[in-house]
């Protein structure tokens, strides 16, 4: 990779690391209301950054992602409540389960782990699938997980869900693990795999031809996409306290496809951009369900007006300015040659 | 064994709704390369209409039931989907994925997201005894509704100059278009018809389960997908074979389980499906991959 | 009957037609030729709608043809038989051959029959599956499909591509044919010295640009600079 290209990535990722940490950094002044906001933005962040690294490099959407960060969610919740909350709420989980109990930072990282492991085990069959079945199976997926979740009740008491998640009470994480997934990114993208996955992308004819080659490019992508997927949904849980099926189902996967395609489906500063711009429209539009004072106006939108406003503003940029609004390229200082 | 053929009149009922769910879905895709996630909402649109008319005479309701949804279907690919034509197949599905977010959320916005009781069709409701078998007249209705869905479009695409056009144009659009066949008319003839498809699920199924809301058309949208991509997406008789294979898993693993794990027939379900998958991915029935676009 | 005035054609900022101008008047057989990647198929293409010019005049009777869509085009009384044929294989040669007619124009029975006439073998196959023709008739049934709309322009590019040599004699004396009926004809084709002999005007194109125009004689008393643009010297 030549030097220019080097540096520019670099810059790319010192100022999306500025932005992320200037974010974080402001959670520390934030009152009680806007914490939660800048947190869970935050935790969406990661999510949607994960979720970019295998459908930015690799042009296949994902539907179901949100599957590996709900799988990530649920094993770092089991993991991390106590043992006594667990017995009272929990008298059938496995013997194993019921008698441990990690620190957060543990929990997440091995919830992190077993989302990993498990899109593996599924991107075997899925791999080989055509761009659109591949996406239309990643429902399946989801819902696979779902349906799991909702019955499996010795293990996720089902739709009552799990409760006692012990809070996360610094921005640490969230911010440790945004610089690190940035970095991931950036790193992929410019390896061998991510140019090649990238190349594979516009063309599938040519991929398929390619075979193998692609098909352990996406698997690669995509098992460390799901890792970050998972670890976003442990620490997102972090910040509920609970969690139930549909905490991470369909709203959660309109959401982070929001952020991806309002900011740029192939670039990582869109995912960045894209995220924030759409917490902070989504937070200002329940406000305004909720009813706000500007300047001694009473604004009081109807319920409901959150997710209208969510859903003109993708269809928009899709048949508007379908490149987003980085235009699909990275934010980088460029120099001249 | 009698349990058998009761499990298997109820496989081809549920078999029957999946088929033409799935070929609505096949349908605008072999012409627009488009797997349209609205499907699902057309149905729900198409079942609110039952609900404001539910107390009309049964012949209106059932032409706005129809109408609706058809008249939906129009409007969203002039809108929506016309200028993102030229887009890449991914573009193109997150576009309707988009669309039906906001016809869900509009709904929400106006209405509200409790389900609606509704009576239709409450005729239909009866069941008569056959050889010891409970036949509801409502799953006779959906057998031969669907049958004669199928006969219809079947006589269209082979016996009319519209159909015909539409089956080249699924195979090769450009050239389609280099003799004459107007692009946008064609289209829209899809989408009509696939509203249609859509307007009659919604009847069959507003009159089964007697409620509307307004998520109710992503489980059937989800089990039209997976039907299309079993029978080989852009095949319509592959979506009407995935459909009909979908309805019989879902209800022998109902069936033949044991009780305890029938709360998880839908992941069974589904993981059989991505087993089909894994030895064909490109489905059973697949079509022709001599495809241009618009 | 066409006009083309200084067209240009642009693949992405990379220029594939610049400054093409050339005219078909009513009853010509113009021919059209050049190495591969000259931009032969680009100039039809530009014709027929397919492809959109950057800058350029393109006058069917008069009418301006660049913004339109094909079908619109083909509404007009362009029949375009594009490169490779495409006959719809999943249909059957009778419903290939009612295509013909989705421009609205030309569809009655006494012409129908007559095209069936000089095509023997797509009556022969009449009902059965366009996938099983071989090579050459499928090019008779491309050739009848267009010419069932009564065309005012024919346009062909590269017909005789993956042809045994006898079937191309045949596709050529059919267009003499037709020629002599007085259908206006244009002509892409790789085979020159065919396409020089059987045309009224030939142009050759290189490189994007026109860089020769001429009847037979013209032509063929220039070769040895033809031979260069052709790249069969240098």
């Known amino acids: ?337 | ?294 | 009957m066409i006009e083309i005035n200084n067209l240009c054609v642009s693949y992405r900022k990379v220029p594939a037609l610049v400054d093409v101008s050339i005219s078909v008047g009513q009853g010509e057989l113009i021919g059209l030729i050049g190495p591969n990647g000259a931009g032969k198929s680009t100039l039809v293409k530009a014709i027929a709608g397919l492809v959109k010019p950057t800058s350029g005049k393109i006058l069917f009777d008069g009418i301006n043809l660049r913004g339109k869509y094909p079908e619109d085009i083909a509404r007009l009384g362009v029949s375009f038989v594009p490169e490779g044929r495409h006959i719809f294989q999943s249909l059957s040669v009778a419903e290939n051959l009612s295509l013909g007619y989705a421009s609205g124009r030309g569809y009655d029975e006494a012409s129908h029959e007559a095209v069936l006439d000089q095509f023997p073998a797509l009556r022969r196959y009449y009902n059965d599956s366009a996938a099983g023709l071989s090579g050459g008739e499928q090019q008779q049934l491309a050739l009848a499909r267009a010419l069932l709309a009564k065309p005012k322009l024919l346009i062909l590019d590269e017909p005789s591509l993956g042809l045994a040599p006898l079937v191309i004699e045949s596709l050529f004396s059919t267009l003499q044919k037709l020629r002599t009926e007085g259908v206006t004809i244009l002509l892409v084709e790789q085979n020159a010295s065919r396409t020089i002999a059987i045309s009224d005007r030939t142009y050759i194109l290189g490189g994007g640009r026109i860089r020769s125009e001429g009847t037979a004689e013209q032509l063929l008393s220039r070769k040895d600079m033809i031979d260069v643009y052709l790249g069969k010297r240098s």
């Open chain 1, 1 to 337: 990779m030549n030097n220019r290209a080097r540096s520019e990535s670099l810059s790319t990722f010192a100022l999306l690391a500025t932005i992320v940490s200037t974010i974080a950094l402001s959670w520390n002044w934030a009152g009680a209301t806007l914490q939660p906001v800048i947190a869970q933005g935050l935790a969406f962040l990661i999510a949607t950054i994960a979720l970019y690294l295998f459908v930015g490099n690799s042009g296949i959407f994902s539907f179901g992602h949100i599957a590996f960060m709900s799988l990530g969610a649920y094993v770092a919740a089991l993991l991390m409540i106590t043992v006594d909350n667990k017995k009272l709420n929990q008298p059938n989980l496995p013997h194993f389960l019921a008698t441990v109990q990690l620190n957060p930072i543990v929990a997440s990282f091995i919830g992190g782990i077993v989302a990993a492991l498990i899109a593996l085990i599924v991107s075997l069959p899925l791999i080989k699938l055509s761009g659109l079945t591949a996406s239309l199976t990643s429902l399946a997926i989801l819902e696979i997980v779902h349906v799991v979740a909702a019955n499996w009740t010795n293990l996720t008491n089902g739709e009552l869900g799990l409760t006692g998640i012990p809070i996360m009470t610094s921005i640490t994480e969230l911010w440790v693990v945004s610089i690190a997934v940035i970095g991931a990114s950036l790193g992929f993208q410019q390896s061998r795999w991510g140019r090649r996955l990238r190349a594979s992308r516009e063309d599938e004819v040519a991929a398929r031809s390619l075979g193998m080659t692609v098909n352990k490019d996406r698997r690669i992508a995509f098992v460390v996409s799901a890792f970050f997927m998972g670890i976003a949904g442990a620490l997102y849980v972090q910040l509920l306290g609970a969690l139930v099926p549909e905490t991470l189902y369909i709203s959660a996967t309109t959401m982070i496809l929001i952020m991806l395609i309002v900011g740029g489906m192939t670039s990582l500063s869109g995912a960045v951009v894209g995220s924030i711009a759409i917490s902070t429209v989504s937070e200002i539009l329940v406000k305004i369900q909720d009813g706000v004072q500007i300047n001694g106006l009473d604004i009081k939108g109807p319920i409901g007006i959150q997710p209208v406003g969510l859903a003109i503003i993708m269809l928009l940029t899709l048949i508007i300015f379908p490149k987003g609004i980085t235009r699909s390229r990275e934010i980088a200082f460029r120099t001249k040659v």
């Open chain 2, 1 to 294: 064994m009698h349990a058998f053929f009761q499990h298997l009149i109820d496989s081809v009922t549920v078999g029957s709704l999946y088929a033409v769910m799935g070929l609505s879905i096949a349908l605008v895709f072999g012409i627009m390369r488009l797997v349209n996630f609205a499907q699902g909402d057309l149905v729900m649109v198409g079942a609110y209409g039952s609900a404001v008319f539910s107390h009309s005479p049964w012949i209106l309701t059932l032409i706005i039931v129809l109408v609706v949804p058809i008249a939906f279907a129009l409007i969203i690919e002039r809108v929506a989907f016309r200028p993102v034509r030229m887009a890449s197949d991914s573009t193109l599905l997150v576009t309707s994925f988009a669309v039906s977010y906001l016809l869900e959320s509009l709904v929400l916005l106006f209405l509200s997201a409790t389900p609606r009781g509704v009576n239709l069709a409450p005729a239909l409701g009866h069941s008569f005894q056959v050889a010891g078998l409970f036949v509801p007249w409502l799953d006779v209705a959906t057998v031969s509704s669907t049958f004669v869905l199928l006969l219809a479009l079947s006589w269209f695409l082979s016996k009319t100059r519209t159909g015909v056009f539409m089956r080249a144009a699924a195979e090769d659009f450009t050239t389609a278009r280099l003799m004459g066949v107007r692009a946008n008319r064609i289209i829209a003839v899809a989408f009509a018809i696939s509203g249609l498809l859509t307007g009659v699920t919604a009847y069959l199924t507003v009159s089964k389960t007697g409620q509307v809301y307004p998520t109710m058309g992503i489980n059937l949208l989800l089990v039209a997908f997976v039907a299309t991509t079993i029978g080989g997406l852009g095949s319509l008789s592959g979506a009407v074979l995935g459909g009909y294979i979908l309805g019989a898993i879902t209800i022998f693993i109902r069936a033949y389980f044991p009780a305890q794990l029938a709360n998880f027939t839908q992941a069974f379900t589904y993981l059989i499906v991505i087993a089909i998958l894994v030895y064909r991915p490109q489905g059973l029935l697949t079509s022709r991959t001599n495809r241009t676009r618009v």
